[in-house]
């Protein structure tokens, strides 16, 4: 062999096995969540930086306007842990987005609510008709409306909805731009000021069966690597609840808690406190229970997603119907968060 082949060869041999000695590289550590303006109590934890703090990744939020720009996001994976309503992973799990809904943020109840405003001349549902309502589109709002509107026997035709999302809603209805609104806390709380509720989403529940949520949804492929850090995220979302279920009259307005919920949300702070009580939030034990998570097909969750995707085809926002919806809901890390 020449002596410059043969050092070539054992330069060669020598970065081979000093590549072999080396750690392999370990798989990134970060994660991008999406979330929305909702007032929750886990934007302490956002504040505080427990996600960080507990799992060791880098944790990038990015704040989105709508629960259909989460879901986009999640399709083209540009984060991988998003927060939205029922309705929009209803409508995200009909088009073949592969997600997994793994938490359930909270009961809506009355934290949603169709708002008429004064001087708008709407006192009921059925004054409606010809007036414009400003709800964001495949939102669970936007599926509420349409359940109220169609449960009082009017068409929804005969009303204007216009697809705009929380900040533009509460921009069109001080221009006067808008009649009412279907919307939630930090908005709702605002146009309740000049405006008359007509009905809530606890309301409507409670008169239709239809209940509505807000979740956490996963990624598939990032659930598949990143198993541990999943349950130690749940960990901390169950925290913060029970922080806040513990002791609610601690979350004052001049609170730590309250504050970071109202810097992380965009809310008034002063308005945190009320806005919070609207809402249930559902210990890990219960959501791994066939009321929420548990129970496969059988479970509240893929129930809801179910009946929210065929009302969504029967309006002609979603083109087909998944046969079962317990592939987008996963109780893995609720049931291991309840056994801690």
């Known amino acids: 062999m020449h002596k410059h082949t043969r050092r070539a060869f054992s330069l060669a041999l020598a970065a081979a096995f000093g590549a072999a000695a080396l750690p392999a590289q370990a798989a990134p ?16 934890a956002q504040e505080t930086q427990a996600v960080e703090k507990v799992t060791g990744y880098k944790i990038s939020y990015r704040k989105l306007g709508s629960g259909a720009e989460v879901t986009r996001a999640l399709a083209s994976g540009a984060i991988q842990i998003g927060e939205a309503g029922s ?36 006192r009921t549902l059925a004054d409606l008709k010809g007036k414009k309502i400003g709800i964001p589109y495949v939102s669970t709002s936007h599926f509420h409306a349409l359940v109220a509107l169609q449960a009082a026997g009017i068409n929804p035709k005969d009303v204007k909805i216009l697809n705009l999302r929380p900040p533009e809603i509460l921009a069109a209805w001080e221009r006067g731009d808008i009649d009412a609104a279907f919307v939630w806390d930090p908005v709702l709380a605002r146009i309740k000021q000049s ?19 807000d979740a956490l949804a996963v990624r598939t492929d990032f ?6 850090f999943l349950g130690q995220f749940v960990k901390v979302l169950a925290e913060a609840d029970q922080r806040y279920t513990a002791n609610p009259g601690a979350w004052t307005a001049d609170s730590v808690e309250v504050k970071a919920v109202a810097k992380w949300s965009g809310a008034e702070a002063a308005s945190v406190p009320d806005s919070l009580k609207l809402y249930a939030f559902i210990p890990p034990a219960e959501q791994a229970s066939a009321q929420w ?29 998944l046969p079962d919806y317990a592939v987008g809901v996963n109780d893995r890390w609720v049931r291991r968060a309840a056994q801690q």
């Open 223 to 228: 659930a598949q690597a990143h198993d541990e």
């Open 293 to 321: 998570l548990g129970g496969g097909k059988a479970s509240v969750v893929a129930q809801s997603l179910a009946a929210t995707a065929q009302f969504l085809q029967a309006q002609g926002s979603v083109q087909q119907v």
């Open 87 to 122: 309705s929009p992973f209803a409508a995200a799990l009909s088009q073949g987005v592969p997600l997994q809904v793994f938490w359930v943020a909270d009961n809506i109840h009355n934290a949603e609510a169709l708002v008429a405003r004064n001087g708008s001349n709407a």
């Open 29 to 44: 550590r970060e994660v991008v969540i999406g979330y929305q303006d909702m007032v929750l109590p886990w934007r302490f």
């Open 195 to 213: 405006g008359q509720v007509l009905a809530t989403s606890g309301q409507i529940a409670a008169q239709t069966g239809k209940a509505t949520f």
